[in-house]
């Protein structure tokens, strides 16, 4: 069923306004990461609140605890839990976005002020800290409300507002929260399906839907000698240097073509069925687009289809950084004592961490005993989270397909990420529905990155998507 006209229209003639509700956001610097930052998140909160309650939402801001930040204990943000509609005989969608952003300094190579948003009327693009990520599409959903409720319209489906302020730091306290408020006469009863808008496009030009994400574990091995940093002048090859057991175990690790060295990962992989791979090789995308995203030519492969697959359904193993090593300006003749390197697998289904924990732990440890080095090593897990996949042919997916074609014009790729969104598995598990990612924004939003945008166009072709796909999914 599509939207109605009077819907679109609304969000045409109200575009500026809509931007400016967006400015307001941006201009709350609700960095999670940051104790400092912490009433900023609040301050966010509070404007989502009174957004939302002004539509005639019901809101419930949901104390979720306290955490240690910075060295400090100060509580969490709230989650923002809101209602809107209780008609049995419409269907109920979950909505769920994060109000918290990455940390933005100008010193960092931004152009402008990250928390004042621009808007380039040369290029289209609004400019600012969480433009993209995720203020952009949390704020679409209060735009579709407030052009039904403006118009009145009503409502197609219930909706139920989940949003938090952690996302950007761990969604600390969420995954309980959402498991307290499943059950009869709880929050989350009722629902039928759930939709994120926190990822984005392949590209810049061709709308997409997602149904997996890759999960991940995250390791620091680290390798402990002398009592302290030595002078390479005096200890150079007299001693055991830690430095140089650490290379060599993480050289181990992965080939320069991104082969994972490890024993048994690969074993774990669900294998790849012909419905799958002709997805692959159907999505528009090209070695030029990752030569463009990357900002050089070092694709591993020419052949897209095997490039889409190593991002999207096959494990990676990355090498983030050492700690401990001398990296300052200057020549600084040392032998570390101790030293730290970090590096993370990404999982795919069939994998889970318990397993791949298992074969990381074995295969350091028993790399570092063919040393023979009288240093010391410890392996530990810092996190994980389990792959998510959804199934593409679920009537939410295809709801979500016939609005993307009536408001782009297109019909979306089906798309797996290779990052991770935990909550997305967690909604799935505990709720017992299925779960869509719709993304608003563009594949060159940087979000994360300096000078994050989302394109105008996005913004507001973005919220007629939102609106038209609970149309669609309301004769389901």
Same mark, same amino acid.
């Given at each position: 069923?599509?939207?109605?006209?009077?819907?679109?229209?609304?969000?045409?003639?109200?575009?500026?306004?809509?931007?400016?509700?967006?400015?307001?956001?941006?201009?709350?610097?609700?960095?999670?990461?940051?104790?400092?930052?912490? %009433?900023?998140?609040?301050?966010?909160?509070?404007?989502?609140?009174?957004?939302?309650?002004?539509?005639?939402?019901?809101?419930?801001?949901?104390?979720?605890?306290?955490?240690?930040?910075?060295?400090?204990?100060?509580?969490?943000?709230?989650?923002?839990?809101?209602?809107?509609?209780?008609?049995?005989?419409?269907?109920?969608?979950?909505?769920?976005?994060?109000?918290?952003? %990455?940390?933005?300094?100008?010193?960092?190579?931004?152009?402008?002020?990250?928390?004042?948003?621009?808007?380039?009327?040369?290029?289209?693009?609004?400019?600012?800290?969480?433009?993209?990520?995720?203020?952009?599409?949390?704020?679409?959903?209060?735009?579709?409300?407030?052009?039904?409720?403006? %118009?009145?319209?009503?409502?197609?489906?219930?909706?139920?507002?989940?949003?938090?302020?952690?996302?950007?730091?761990?969604?600390?306290?969420?995954?309980?929260?959402?498991?307290?408020?499943?059950?009869?006469?709880?929050?989350?009863?009722?629902?039928?399906?759930?939709?994120?808008?926190?990822?984005?496009?392949?590209?810049?030009?061709?709308?997409?839907?997602?149904?997996?994400?890759?999960?991940?574990?995250?390791?620091?091995?680290?390798?402990?000698?002398?009592?302290?940093?030595?002078?390479?002048?005096?200890?150079?090859?007299?001693?055991?240097?830690?430095?140089?057991?650490?290379?060599?175990?993480?050289?181990?690790?992965?080939?320069?073509?991104?082969?994972?060295?490890?024993?048994?990962?690969?074993?774990?992989?669900?294998?790849?069925?012909?419905?799958?791979?002709?997805?692959?090789?159907?999505?528009?995308?090209?070695?030029?687009?990752?030569?463009?995203?990357?900002?050089?030519?070092?694709?591993?492969?020419?052949?897209?289809?095997?490039?889409?697959?190593?991002?999207?359904?096959?494990?990676?193993?990355?090498?983030?950084?050492?700690?401990?090593?001398?990296?300052?300006?200057?020549?600084?003749?040392?032998?570390?004592?101790?030293?730290?390197?970090?590096?993370?697998?990404?999982?795919?289904?069939?994998?889970?961490?318990?397993?791949?924990?298992?074969?990381?732990?074995?295969?350091?440890?028993?790399?570092?005993?063919?040393?023979?080095?009288?240093?010391?090593?410890?392996?530990?897990?810092?996190?994980?989270?389990?792959?998510?996949?959804?199934?593409?042919?679920?009537?939410?997916? %295809?709801?979500?397909?016939?609005?993307?074609?009536?408001?782009?014009?297109?019909?979306?790729?089906?798309?797996?990420?290779?990052?991770?969104?935990?909550?997305?598995?967690?909604?799935?598990?505990?709720?017992?529905?299925?779960?869509?990612?719709?993304?608003?924004?563009?594949?060159?939003?940087?979000?994360?990155?300096?000078?994050?945008?989302?394109?105008?166009?996005?913004?507001?072709?973005?919220?007629?998507?939102?609106?038209?796909?609970?149309?669609?999914?309301?004769?389901?």
């Amino acid at each position: 069923m599509a939207a109605p006209s009077k819907f679109t229209e609304y969000v045409d003639a109200n575009a500026s306004k809509f931007i400016d509700r967006l400015a307001k956001a941006v201009e709350i610097p609700s960095v999670s990461g940051d104790a400092s930052y912490r %009433q900023h998140v609040f301050d966010m909160a509070t404007f989502l609140k009174q957004e939302l309650e002004s539509l005639g939402v019901k809101v419930t801001l949901v104390d979720l605890g306290k955490q240690m930040l910075d060295g400090q204990e100060i509580q969490l943000p709230p989650a923002i839990l809101g209602e809107y509609g209780n008609d049995k005989n419409k269907k109920t969608v979950a909505l769920y976005a994060h109000y918290d952003v %990455q940390p933005a300094l100008i010193t960092d190579g931004w152009d402008t002020d990250p928390f004042k948003l621009v808007v380039d009327e040369k290029t289209g693009r609004l400019i600012g800290r969480g433009s993209s990520d995720d203020k952009g599409p949390l704020l679409g959903w209060i735009n579709v409300l407030e052009a039904h409720v403006k %118009q009145g319209i009503e409502m197609p489906v219930n909706i139920k507002f989940c949003f938090e302020g952690m996302e950007e730091s761990g969604s600390e306290g969420l995954d309980d929260l959402i498991k307290r408020e499943v059950g009869a006469g709880k929050f989350f009863d009722g629902v039928d399906c759930v939709c994120i808008s926190d990822n984005y496009w392949l590209n810049t030009r061709t709308p997409c839907l997602t149904y997996g994400l890759r999960g991940i574990c995250y390791y620091k091995a680290t390798v402990t000698g002398p009592a302290r940093d030595l002078h390479s002048g005096v200890f150079g090859r007299m001693v055991h240097e830690p430095m140089t057991d650490l290379i060599h175990i993480m050289s181990k690790l992965v080939t320069p073509q991104g082969d994972i060295l490890i024993p048994g990962i690969n074993d774990l992989v669900a294998p790849l069925t012909d419905e799958e791979r002709k997805r692959y090789e159907t999505l528009d995308y090209s070695i030029d687009d990752v030569d463009a995203s990357a900002g050089a030519s070092i694709a591993v492969s020419q052949s897209i289809s095997e490039v889409l697959m190593n991002r999207m359904r096959y494990p990676s193993l990355s090498l983030h950084g050492i700690e401990g090593a001398f990296y300052a300006a200057g020549a600084k003749t040392v032998i570390p004592a101790k030293v730290s390197g970090k590096f993370s697998i990404r999982l795919v289904p069939d994998m889970v961490p318990e397993d791949v924990d298992r074969l990381v732990t074995e295969y350091v440890q028993a790399t570092f005993k063919q040393l023979n080095s009288k240093n010391k090593l410890e392996v530990e897990s810092l996190h994980g989270g389990r792959p998510w996949l959804a199934d593409p042919n679920h009537w939410n997916y %295809q709801a979500a397909s016939r609005a993307t074609e009536t408001v782009y014009g297109r019909m979306p790729d089906l798309t797996r990420e290779g990052g991770s969104i935990p909550v997305t598995l967690t909604f799935a598990e505990t709720l017992g529905v299925n779960v869509l990612l719709l993304p608003m924004g563009r594949g060159d939003d940087g979000a994360h990155s300096t000078n994050e945008k989302l394109d105008k166009s996005n913004y507001i072709q973005g919220t007629k998507l939102l609106g038209s796909y609970l149309w669609e999914v309301s004769k389901c």
